[in-house]
């Protein structure tokens, strides 16, 4: 069946450092794939989006790339912030009205 | 206006009462949904409203029943609920359902504690 695999957290930075938040996932044909943050106490808002291979999602420095040949969604950030410290949830639609969510992984960014 | 709005915030309720949570959006979005968060999780789908009809529900107990009035708005009417139903209840709707995976757009929930 489908899934998304996330690598686990918390993801602990200092302020301006690198992020990757990896993704793999599981489907049959061609799902779309989406970055979702969720903020403390906060639901969930869409990140980026990629809807077929190599795409590129991009939204407020975050990026990431589908790719179909590592079936992989990785979220990166170049220079990381305080406020950016949320749960990030990796996900795919490949059947209509179904998202698939990852376990989630939070991060968290120190001054 | 990408906006959904969810109603109460937080909603405090024991196990023999009736509420009810409220969802609207009006961005013109034909499909709703129903998620439940626990602590720690990632939403589970509980129900989907597409044209303003109940296309998926997620095997969920019948102490949750949904509504849909018209296509801005969806309830969640709550009764005999149990201490494990104490959860982030979240709206979520999109542009349409079909074949097409369009992205969800998410309310900022409703916190259910259920004494």
């Known amino acids: 069946g489908n899934s998304v695999t996330q690598m686990e957290g918390p993801v602990t930075l200092s302020e301006e450092a690198f992020l990757t938040i990896n993704c793999t996932y599981t489907?049959?044909?061609?799902?779309?794939l989406f970055w979702y943050v969720q903020y403390p106490g906060e639901g969930l808002q869409l990140l980026l989006k990629?809807?077929?291979?190599?795409d590129k999602g991009s939204n407020k420095g975050f990026e990431a790339t589908y790719r179909k040949e590592t079936t992989s969604f990785h979220l990166e950030k170049g220079s990381v912030q305080v406020s950016d410290s949320a749960v990030y949830f990796c996900?795919?639609?490949?059947?209509?009205?179904?998202?698939?969510f990852g376990t989630g992984t939070r991060l968290q960014v120190f001054p | 206006d990408t906006e959904v709005t969810q109603t109460p915030k937080h909603l405090v309720m024991g196990m023999t009462n009736k509420k009810s949570l409220k969802c609207e959006q009006h961005?013109?979005?034909?499909?709703m949904y129903w998620y439940k968060q626990k602590a720690k999780k990632p939403p589970e789908l509980m129900f989907v409203?597409?044209?303003?009809?109940?296309?998926i529900n997620e095997s969920v107990p019948s102490r949750f029943s949904p509504e849909c009035p018209n296509s801005s708005l969806l309830n969640l009417h709550l009764h005999a609920l149990q201490p494990e139903d104490s959860a982030l209840y979240l709206c979520?709707?999109?542009?349409?359902?079909?074949?097409?995976?369009?992205?969800?757009?998410f309310g900022p929930g409703t916190r259910l504690t259920v004494t």
């Open positions: 996900a795919l639609s490949a059947v209509a009205d179904k998202l698939i």
């Open positions: 489907a049959t044909g061609y799902p779309s």
């Open positions: 409203y597409s044209y303003e009809k109940l296309s």
């Open positions: 990629a809807t077929k291979a190599d």
């Open positions: 979520a709707s999109s542009v349409r359902t079909g074949t097409d995976p369009y992205e969800q757009y």
């Open positions: 961005m013109g979005h034909r499909a």
